[in-house]
């Protein structure tokens, strides 16, 4: 208690110097945590933007020629057809599973008096592993409904609760299981609710259909097929995606009379180059996240062993009278340790409290803001945290630093003569 007391007093009487080691410690650590929380905010933002699709799996749309060809000018509108469809299930059988398509149109729902304005979209049944579609109620498009072109709809559990909301009618104690096996009006015809699925928080709120359906109604006057989709397999690295697009995009260019080599023609969204992209995007993010970080912990570091090179310097005097009075080297040691110790942990704590702050108010202000990329809504910012272990962690090394640096002074303060240190100014 007696030495605890001795080294408070000793910080009252350098407060300047105190709260400059403080301080060394705490920004040290502070920034650390700041800085690991915001790069994981953007990790994990991106990480769940990838989860929502089927890695191995493409998305094939029509785009407009770059180059002139047979001649042809550029700038031609290319729409996919029936006959791609073919080609890619056929032509492209060894790596390609399942083929399907989707068709887009905008649509008014209604039951009763509530209605609802969203996007349709006509899909094939593999849509809901390639797009992850987590149904809650009754089931998805299937293939019976494709070949008999079935007036079926799928709709999210909030767009279940608006058709029910103050609705007349009680089905199911107002619950949207209960509106599985209901009818619906989609503009002028009767849907059959077959199934709801779990709106995601970042996802675009379609409504799903059979494909040949929303085609027969909406695109009956045009060839276009809107967009293709595909799940694959044998493709396991980047080259072999590569090479496989290139084949691809040659003989879809070639169907459209377009040039081989036009990129602009065909467009394809691969999920599994993406995601590869993004792996390795995100472990150059992590790599400069730490190392930033450790020098930022490493400028903390430095701050605290000159401080307490010049607390010992300053105290050489004192050392000196306690030496020439009997004091033993280990009692100067010790309270050189012990002080640094507690002014590193205290201040270091400080700056692991205050870190943690930071990263909960960018959660709760810019953690939650998304934005529309058109295709779907994107989190850019998601839970921008860093785990309890690792800013214990950082405390721990910080106060460890802090220890060491105050050991070296301390060891050359405690061996010095006092005689030596009496004549030190």
């Known amino acids: 208690m007696e030495l605890l007391n001795e080294i408070w007093q000793t910080a009252r009487r350098n407060k300047l110097r105190t709260g400059l080691t403080g301080f060394a410690v705490a920004w040290g650590i502070f920034m650390l945590i700041v800085l690991l929380g915001a790069g994981n905010g953007l990790i994990n933002a991106n990480l769940k933007q990838s989860d929502r699709f089927l890695n191995s799996s493409m998305v094939v749309f029509g785009g407009w020629t770059s180059k002139p060809y047979q001649g042809l000018k550029e700038g031609r509108d290319i729409n996919l057809h029936e006959h791609d469809m073919e080609i890619t299930a056929t032509e492209f059988k060894k790596n390609v599973d399942e083929v399907g398509a989707q068709y887009n149109a905008s649509a008014t729902i209604s039951l009763g008096q509530q209605y609802i304005s969203t996007t349709i979209s006509g899909v094939y049944p ?9 149904l809650l109620y009754g089931r998805f498009v299937n293939d019976i409904d494709i070949r008999e072109s079935r007036k079926v709809l799928v709709i999210s559990n909030k767009q279940a609760k608006e058709l029910l909301n103050n609705n007349r009618e009680t089905i199911n104690n107002n619950r949207e299981a209960g509106l599985v096996g209901k009818f619906v009006n989609v503009g002028s015809f009767a849907f059959k609710v077959v199934g709801i699925f779990k709106e995601n928080e970042n996802g675009r709120a379609d409504a799903f259909s059979s ?13 276009d097929i809107g967009r293709m989709e595909f799940t694959f397999h044998g493709l396991s690295t980047e080259e072999e995606n590569e090479a496989f697009e290139k084949d691809y995009r040659r003989r879809l260019n070639a169907e459209h009379q377009a040039h081989p080599d036009d990129e ?8 599994f180059t993406q995601n590869l992209q993004m792996e390795q995007g995100i472990g150059i993010i992590r790599t400069a996240l730490w ?30 009278i306690r030496k020439a009075i009997g004091a033993k080297p280990w009692s100067i040691l010790k309270l050189i340790i012990i002080e640094s110790v507690i002014i590193t942990t205290f201040f270091g704590y400080i700056g692991m409290v205050l870190g943690i702050a930071a990263n909960e108010y960018m959660d709760a202000t810019i ?15 998601l839970d921008p945290t860093v785990g309890l272990d690792v800013c214990i962690e950082a405390t721990m090394v910080m106060i460890i630093a802090g220890t060491i640096a105050g050991l070296i002074p301390a060891y050359k303060a405690s061996r010095i003569r006092p005689i030596e240190a009496l004549r030190a100014e």
């Open 291 to 320: 190392i930033i970080g450790l020098f930022t912990l490493l400028s903390g570091i430095v701050g605290v062993s000159n401080i307490m090179l010049i607390t010992v310097k300053e105290r050489t005097h004192e050392f000196g």
């Open 126 to 134: 593999n849509h809901i592993n390639i797009d992850k579609v987590e």
């Open 211 to 223: 494909y040949t359906t929303i085609k027969r109604i909406y695109g009956a006057n045009t060839d």
């Open 264 to 271: 602009d023609a065909v467009w394809m969204w691969n999920r």
């Open 367 to 381: 953690g939650h803001e998304t934005i529309d990329t058109g295709l779907f809504k994107a989190t850019m910012f």
